[in-house]
């Protein structure tokens, strides 16, 4: 069942009318009934459906007409024919013309009330597509994006000048610095807008499935490939494709986006013929993927290739100007969301989140205002409302030991890195390029804990 799909059932039979609109009101549907053209028309002038059930046959014309009035005025509701025997030819056509699928009288009821729900499904997506594809232009305008900070201004001119063009661009930043936002907008102010943003987390999977995902794969090419499948790129085909954490990628994959950047060419996996794609590649990384490729984690060729016009995003604790406008409109949009009654921030609270040093940088700000729309009880948000450790201003950094012996500067660049990731052991890995399990081992190696854990242990002796 889809919440609030309404559906208009149109055919002379009013016994038939009845069994249907039953059947459909017990599966969860409102339903509205039209037993004549004039009657249909008149009903779709007054309402939007999701899915018409359409008779060809009408006393006083034909469903085609129906379906003619649909395309023009709703485009999205999807149409059922029902054909009795002898009018199969022009129920084919119907589907020619854009109706979703026929039915032959008499009536599989079961039949008929899953393809209603497929019908339901498939005029949802377009719906929501629709809405993207409008919001979008919105969303991704740049002087909606918060950029009072200089580094943020300097940002925004940087996508100003790339947008226009078909060039790769690589966005370097902190997790939750916004370059899903930025990817976003370099795609809506490009000539490719009206083509599809298609998103890979290169993080999120195993080499092989991500090699699947980004180049699709044949029928049989592994267990549980029971049918073709398309790929990222083959999807983003005329659009924008978005690599997401690329610097997670393995060689192996690493050489394949390679040859697909520069031949334009993809094979799925387990096949043989060569694919054409035309994307555009925007990539994004919180690695040092210079550091990587001097280390040889990443290739030479394909940083090359992605670092065409690389855009640095600044962490949130190095634009501070942004932190007050930022919550301001988190604010605004979880109120709205939440149908929540608009409460200022208290002097203390807009104190608190900009001294706050946001080591998870904007994703950290934004679960904050949520959870205080949430939850704060008062006609006003306090800084215990936000939730956030009253850390103060960001530690100064540890002096740097004045020696060359290896265990004391291992040590040290471990706890500048857990100081600077807010003690958050997964950040602090990527800080210094080592696996979490890697980080673990080293901690209890040279005996480094949380500073609160080592209070308590002190109180407790």
């Not at 005029?123 to 809405?131: C, G, N, P, Q, V």
């Not at 226009?164 to 907008?185: F, H, N, Q, R």
């Not at 450790?389 to 002096?399: F, H, M, R, V, Y």
């Amino acid at each position: 069942m889809t919440v609030g799909s309404h559906i208009l059932v149109v055919d002379d039979d009013a016994d038939l009318r009845r069994v249907l609109t039953q059947a459909l009101e017990m599966d969860g549907h409102q339903v509205s009934q039209a037993g004549d053209l004039a009657r249909a028309l008149a009903l779709l002038q007054e309402h939007v459906f999701q899915v018409v059930l359409c008779d060809l046959r009408l006393p006083d014309g034909s469903g085609m007409e129906v379906l003619g009035y649909l395309q023009e005025h709703s485009p999205h509701t999807e149409v059922i024919v029902i054909t009795g025997f002898g009018t199969v030819d022009t129920a084919v056509e119907a589907m020619r013309r854009g109706a979703f699928d026929y039915h032959q009288k008499p009536l599989n009821l079961e039949h008929l009330l899953l393809t209603v729900n497929r019908a339901l499904e498939k005029a949802t997506l377009r719906h929501a597509l629709d809405y993207l594809r409008h919001e979008q232009p919105y969303l991704y305008q740049l002087e909606h994006i918060v950029a009072v900070s200089e580094g943020m201004r300097r940002v925004i001119k940087q996508v100003a000048r790339v947008a226009p063009t078909d060039v790769t661009v690589l966005l370097t930043g902190e997790t939750g610095t916004g370059k899903s936002l930025i990817a976003g907008a370099i795609h809506a102010n490009s000539p490719r807008r009206d083509g599809t943003l298609v998103t890979v987390n290169c993080a999120a999977l195993t080499e092989t499935l991500l090699e699947s995902e980004l180049f699709g794969h044949e029928k049989g090419a592994f267990t549980g490939a029971h049918k073709a499948r398309a790929g990222r790129f083959q999807q983003a085909h005329g659009g924008t494709l978005f690599l997401d954490e690329v610097g997670d990628m393995s060689p192996a994959t690493q050489a394949k986006v390679l040859r697909a950047i520069e031949e334009k060419v993809i094979q799925r996996v387990g096949g043989t013929r060569s694919i054409h794609v035309d994307v555009r590649i925007i990539a994004a990384t919180n690695r040092d993927l210079a550091r990587a490729v001097e280390e040889g984690r990443f290739r030479r060729d394909l940083y090359y290739r992605l670092n065409v016009a690389p855009i640095h995003l600044p962490p949130l604790r190095e634009r501070r100007e942004d932190i007050l406008p930022l919550a301001e409109r988190f604010l605004q949009a979880f109120c709205r969301q939440t149908g929540s009654p608009l409460r200022p921030f208290s002097p203390e609270a807009r104190q608190r989140l900009v001294e706050h040093p946001w080591p998870g940088n904007i994703r950290e700000l934004r679960n904050a205002v949520e959870r205080a729309v949430l939850f704060a009880p008062g006609p006003e948000i306090t800084p215990e409302d936000l939730g956030l450790e009253d850390k103060g201003s960001p530690a100064e950094p540890l002096p740097v030991p004045d020696t060359l012996e290896l265990a004391k500067l291992e040590r040290w660049a471990i706890e500048t890195a857990l100081a600077r990731s807010d003690w958050v052991q997964s950040r602090a890995a990527r800080l210094l390029g080592i696996s979490p399990r890697a980080l673990s081992y080293k901690l209890d190696k040279l005996g480094i804990h949380h500073p609160r854990l080592d209070a308590r242990r002190r109180r407790r002796g």
